[in-house]
């Protein structure tokens, strides 16, 4: 897969597939969502690692999965994953969108993209990682079981993303971590991230001087 994709180009195959929004529950993440951080603001530049691939979520869509970076403005790190098949996502476009700390198998699957987005085969397993989001997203968090094959979403496009998102998802059964959700107060998808360990420190001692300073008043 060529990651040289022109911008124009990747904006048409995010948006392609993303119009529909048969499925769509602003609340997937209510209970996830642990404390208000604030607001941020930042663009998606490209999408990489990644593929174009095919899912089914409603309808058949044809769609770039994979990481997005970014270019934050006030972000706490400069890559994200899609957590959001409801809304469309352009290029270069910046979006608003309110920083919680979240705790749930998003932030498992996302503490292992360190270790497993290595060696060969980056693009695929771009894929798988995205992949095995939305499966937890628009399956998982209204109660259906963690497969593929079926549900509100499903994919069968590429079997060895399938093999390595089912690998994803088998492993963190169970399993949950800190991660950022960003949810988008103007339109753009909803986004995960993983705290950098300094940030994530900086908002702990943060939120415990606040909540001392309470108790003391």
Same mark, same amino acid.
């Given at each position: 897969?060529?990651?040289?994709?022109?911008?124009?180009?990747?904006?048409?195959?995010?948006?392609?597939?993303?119009?529909?929004?048969?499925?769509?529950?602003?609340? +997937?993440?209510? *209970?996830? #969502?642990?404390?208000?951080?604030?607001?941020?603001?930042?663009?998606?530049?490209?999408? @990489?690692?990644?593929? *174009?691939?095919? %899912? %089914?979520?409603?309808?058949?869509?044809?769609?770039?999965?994979?990481?997005? %970076?970014?270019?934050?403005?006030?972000?706490?790190?400069?890559?994200?994953?899609?957590?959001?098949? /409801?809304?469309?996502?352009?290029?270069?476009? *910046?979006?608003?969108?309110?920083?919680?700390?979240?705790?749930?198998? %998003?932030?498992?699957?996302?503490?292992? #993209? /360190?270790?497993?987005?290595?060696?060969?085969?980056?693009?695929?397993?771009?894929?798988?990682?995205?992949?095995?989001?939305?499966?937890?997203?628009? /399956? @998982?968090?209204?109660?259906?079981?963690?497969?593929?094959?079926?549900?509100?979403?499903?994919?069968?496009?590429?079997?060895?993303?399938?093999?390595?998102?089912?690998?994803?998802?088998?492993?963190?059964?169970?399993?949950?971590?800190?991660?950022?959700?960003?949810?988008?107060?103007?339109?753009?998808?909803?986004?995960?991230?993983?705290?950098?360990?300094?940030?994530? +420190?900086?908002?702990?001692?943060?939120?415990?001087?606040?909540?001392?300073?309470?108790?003391? #008043?």
């Amino acid at each position: 897969m060529n990651r040289n994709i022109t911008l124009r180009a990747l904006t048409a195959v995010i948006a392609t597939g993303l119009l529909y929004s048969a499925f769509a529950n602003p609340t +997937l993440f209510n *209970t996830d #969502r642990r404390l208000f951080l604030g607001t941020v603001t930042l663009k998606v530049t490209q999408v @990489s690692p990644g593929i *174009t691939t095919q %899912v %089914v979520y409603g309808s058949t869509m044809n769609l770039w999965a994979g990481q997005y %970076v970014l270019n934050p403005t006030t972000a706490p790190y400069n890559w994200a994953f899609c957590v959001d098949l /409801d809304r469309v996502m352009h290029l270069n476009q *910046t979006y608003t969108y309110e920083l919680w700390l979240a705790y749930g198998q %998003v932030g498992a699957l996302l503490k292992r #993209r /360190d270790s497993f987005l290595v060696g060969a085969d980056l693009n695929r397993k771009g894929a798988a990682l995205q992949i095995a989001l939305w499966e937890v997203a628009h /399956d @998982s968090t209204r109660g259906n079981p963690r497969n593929l094959s079926n549900g509100a979403f499903r994919y069968a496009a590429d079997t060895q993303v399938v093999n390595y998102a089912n690998t994803l998802l088998s492993q963190t059964v169970g399993q949950a971590d800190y991660y950022y959700f960003l949810r988008s107060t103007n339109g753009g998808q909803n986004l995960a991230m993983v705290p950098e360990p300094t940030s994530l +420190l900086a908002m702990v001692v943060g939120v415990g001087g606040i909540v001392m300073r309470r108790r003391l #008043r």
